[in-house]
């Protein structure tokens, strides 16, 4: 598996400028997890128009990559790029609040 996330780590550090790289740790398939990918994906799709990269790490099976990244909840979102790196709690329903640590929303 660590070949794996090596390759992933290399793809994220070729992503084109200014495209969203987000990581999404989950706990198998629980409903706030389940919600959590969906709302994501839905999100991401309508607004980040195909700019973004989702890896969506189950922390059961990849208990290494959570704690290199100090989870301590779950459903978490991390934003890594664009700078500066953003942490989401939660299933992500409330989308101005995802919009918002995405860096996407006005004030208004």
Known sequence: MADKNEGLNKKNNDTAAGAYVLRLFIT????????????????CEKYLNGNYELEVIDIHQQPELAEGEDVIAVPLMIKKAPYPERRMIGDMSDTHRVLKGLGLANNS
């Open 28 to 43: 198998g398939a629980s409903p706030n997890s389940i919600r959590a990918v969906e709302n994501v994906k839905s999100i």
